[in-house]
């Protein structure tokens, strides 16, 4: 079986679950404890912060460690949330953790605007000033999307921003981005960003919000009084210190050259005139419009061999893809959408056959309902 | 002691052979009390059940066992005018309106019915001076009922049950069960009706998700509640549908496709020796419920009857079944069934049956059945 669905979740590195093991059992304790043994546990979280930051490529800020992404997401929303006619622009292209959210606010009555996107798949910047003003209090726009391969140009969007809107803060979720490709927060100009475990061969539970100033950040949850007040909750230190072993692990721009050759070759293969192929900057995840077929009718009769996944794995209970619809494709067109998404570990060869079975399963499906 | 008190429906109706409904029912509610502490009694008409624990959890699922119209909770004292004096004499200081309503099941009791009444009242009265007596629309009543086991029952009010007769008293069906609304419905109401149930289902894997075959799993444990297990037949449409698309015209393919499902559910209904088949449709609902859809996919069935229950009900009234039997939540989790994988534009509304015939001769059905047979999965479905 070959898993190419990397985007909705990968394996555990193997040094990711000894170390979840080690902190589950033998370094159990509960942080925020008396004693040496929990003080000991304490610190290697608060080291794990510093690592994590470095890794971001944060001068300035803090790392407040969440139960994923989509906390890490809803906390950034929410938490920036200030009383009054404020205004909050997000892309159309966001993770649902995102949109339901922004669509949360504006039942509640909160201003709230949408950056379309271009065909291409990433957020229409040409037209971001449209959706600014001073009012602006909130930008939030993906790094790399989970829909396609596309990736948002940030440091221009910062730029926009910082021009016209002195009050906002900018979020990006770089859930598919993270140690993906490279990026430093410093560098795109950002005041918060949400990064998740399971994307990268942590533990699923486990996530992450950077801050620049936790000062501008309400909490949420009330409780303990845990990482800052801003997050309470006894830490998941389990998940936390197997997440840093497995980003630890990954040497970014080395696996970004790699699967850039997986993606080209898959490509290579599957290309055909009856399917569209939207790839983008991050070679991680590649989008086919299949012709004539069900993209999930198709999932299901690879499932053996190849696992792929239809649109998000998040957003797979709900009828169509959102994101690929505010592209500009049809709902014909987005009934047939698969989502490959690679894992560094993987070998051209492994890619090459499981694209060969997707076309081979491809036309069979079509054969049989034409 | 507290004791409750059950009534049995129709069986009244029922000449020499009434003990063999009656023992079944006994049986039924002894089945769906499983677990629980309790004393069952049978007395002239009526049921009683004593020495319990658990009051609500007993309540709650003797209300599902068909057969049984109401049961009321009750006190159970002896059949005597002095008992009942003192039972009543504990009565104090009620205030609002009040009667009271004897009957008496045991004709040999010394007081006629009236006349105990009319004892009864007047001890509750001199208790409570505040009270007044009200025939018409009383606040309080008090309700008598004198067995020939040679006790009395003391209750205010009855708790509906759902009423039919004892579940497998009137044989065996089968339901085709799609994952709707209306299907599970059918069955309920079949059920009421002393019908026992299996269930076939047919999925569309791959074009169907595996959630869709769960969700029909979860409404056959719905059912459960009332019909205790359901023996679930899964057989898989997908080279029927396939085979249909192929070589039919597309507005026959709901047609032809219910036609091999009505002969496949009357296969399994004979090998599993079940007297008839059971459908959720109701007339004019959509294309294929149609009476010339009806005659056409009917017409393959052979020998045995297929009973609709839903057919002169409106949507609405098939919905608020649903609801009160709890499948309705889980009948409109959106996935996709089979019926609307390779859905035609324009299905046929009036399929003339001569043509329908014409279509299909271009397959093999018989293969096509056995194709199908031979996927066959059961699942059983318990409580």
């Given at each position: 079986?070959?898993?190419l ?28 404890a ?5 003080f000991k ?24 460690f969440?139960?994923g ?16 006619n404020?205004?909050?622009v ?5 993770h ?7 669509k949360?606010m ?17 957020a ?8 600014l ?5 909130f ?7 989970n ?5 948002n140009?940030?440091?221009?969007l ?8 002195p ?11 993270f ?6 927060v410093?560098?795109l ?8 475990g399971h ?16 000062a ?24 936390i ?13 080395k ?8 993606k ?6 599957i290309?055909?005139?009856s ?5 983008g ?6 989008m ?33 893809n959102?994101v690929?619809?505010?592209?500009g494709?049809s709902?014909?067109?987005v ?10 570990d ?14 081979a ?6 054969e049989?309902?034409? | 002691m507290k004791?409750i008190?059950?009534r049995?429906g ?8 009434r ?48 057969g ?32 009271v ?7 040999r ?20 001076p ?20 040679g006790?009395a ?53 791959p ?17 459960c509640?009332?019909?205790d ?20 015209s ?15 559910a009357?296969t ?19 294309a ?6 009806m ?9 045995l009857?297929?009973f ?7 949507k609405e ?7 009160d039997?709890?499948?309705f ?18 299905p046929?509304i ?11 001769s271009r ?5 096509l ?5 031979a996927?066959e999965e059961?699942?059983e479905?318990?409580?």
């Amino acid at each position: 079986m070959i898993y190419l669905d990397n985007a909705a979740t990968t394996k555990m590195s193997e040094n990711a679950l000894k170390t979840y093991n080690d902190y589950a059992s033998a370094n159990f304790f509960n942080p925020s404890a008396p004693y040496k043994q929990a003080f000991k546990v304490a610190m290697e979280i608060d080291d794990a912060r510093q690592q994590l930051k470095k890794m971001l490529g944060a001068k300035k800020g803090d790392i407040i460690f969440t139960s994923g992404a989509t906390e890490a997401n809803n906390l950034a929303i929410k938490g920036s949330e200030r009383e009054g006619n404020w205004e909050y622009v997000f892309s159309m292209g966001e993770h649902p953790s995102v949109m339901e959210t922004a669509k949360a606010m504006q039942r509640e009555g909160k201003n709230v605007f949408f950056i379309p996107l271009k065909k291409s798949g990433e957020a229409n910047l040409d037209e971001l000033e449209k959706y600014l003003s001073p009012k602006t209090r909130f930008v939030s726009c993906m790094l790399a999307s989970n829909i396609t391969g596309a990736v948002n140009d940030i440091k221009l969007l910062s730029s926009i921003v910082r021009k016209h809107c002195p009050h906002a803060v900018i979020h990006v979720d770089a859930v598919q981005a993270f140690k993906k490709i490279e990026f430093s927060v410093d560098d795109l100009d950002i005041d918060l960003l949400s990064i998740s475990g399971h994307k990268f061969h942590g533990p699923k539970g486990c996530g992450a919000l950077y801050v620049k100033n936790k000062a501008s950040l309400k909490n949420i949850v009330y409780g303990g009084g845990q990482e800052y007040g801003i997050r309470s909750g006894t830490e998941n230190v389990a998940g936390i210190m197997s997440m840093l072993a497995a980003a630890n692990e990954i040497d970014t721009a080395k696996n970004f050259e790699h699967v850039l050759k997986l993606k080209k070759a898959f490509i290579d293969v599957i290309q055909s005139n009856s399917v569209k192929v939207i790839e983008g900057k991050n070679p991680y995840i590649v989008m086919l419009l299949f012709d004539g077929v069900n993209g999930e009718t198709l999932v299901r009769m690879l499932e053996d061999e190849v696992i792929v996944a239809k649109g998000s794995a998040c957003s797979s209970k709900k009828a169509g893809n959102y994101v690929l619809e505010n592209m500009g494709y049809s709902r014909d067109q987005v009934k047939g959408a698969v989502r490959v998404s690679f894992s560094a570990d993987q070998t051209q060869a492994e890619v090459i056959k499981a694209a060969k079975m997707i076309k081979a399963k491809y036309l069979e499906l079509y054969e049989r309902t034409k | 002691m507290k004791a409750i008190l059950i009534r049995m429906g129709e069986l009244f109706l029922k000449g020499g052979n009434r003990y063999i409904f009656e023992n079944m029912l006994v049986s039924n509610i002894r089945k769906k009390l499983e677990g629980l502490s309790y004393k069952l009694e049978k007395t002239q008409g009526r049921l009683v059940i004593n020495n319990y624990e658990n009051e609500d959890e007993l309540i709650e699922r003797l209300t599902k066992v068909f057969g049984l119209v109401s049961i009321s909770k009750a006190e159970e004292i002896d059949a005597t005018v002095e008992s009942l004096e003192e039972f009543f004499g504990r009565y104090k200081n009620l205030e609002g309106s009040f009667k009271v309503e004897v009957k008496r099941g045991d004709k040999r009791f010394k007081l006629d019915s009236m006349q105990l009444a009319k004892r009864l009242g007047e001890i509750i009265l001199e208790n409570s001076p505040k009270l007044v007596v009200d025939l018409y629309s009383p606040q309080i009543v008090f309700k008598v009922d004198i067995r020939q086991n040679g006790k009395a029952y003391v209750f205010d009010g009855n708790i509906s049950c759902c009423g039919g007769l004892p579940l497998g008293s009137a044989g065996g069906g089968l339901l085709l069960l799609s994952g709707g609304i209306d299907s599970p419905v059918a069955g309920f109401l079949m059920a009421k009706r002393g019908l026992k149930l299996e269930a076939l289902h047919f999925h569309s894997y791959p074009y169907t998700s595996p959630e869709a075959k769960q969700k029909v799993l979860t409404l056959a444990k719905k059912l459960c509640a009332y019909v205790d297990s359901v023996k679930v037949h899964c057989i898989s449409f997908t080279k029927v549908q396939e085979a249909i698309h192929a070589n039919c015209s597309p507005e026959f393919m709901i047609t032809i496709m219910r036609r091999i499902m009505m002969r496949i559910a009357e296969t399994i209904a004979k090998r599993e020796n079940l007297g008839c088949i059971v459908t959720g449709e109701s007339l004019g609902q959509v294309a294929s419920q149609t009476m010339q859809s009806m005659t056409v996919t009917q017409n393959v069935v052979d020998l045995l009857p297929v009973f609709r229950p839903c057919i002169a009900m409106d949507k609405e009234e098939i919905i608020k079944i649903a609801k009160d039997i709890d499948t309705f939540e889980t009948s409109i989790l959106p996935y996709e069934d089979c019926c609307t994988v390779f859905l035609p534009k324009n299905p046929v509304i009036k399929p003339k049956l001569e043509k329908t015939e014409a279509e299909e001769s271009r397959l093999n059905v018989q293969e096509l059945i056995d194709q199908a047979m031979a996927t066959e999965e059961v699942i059983e479905i318990k409580k």
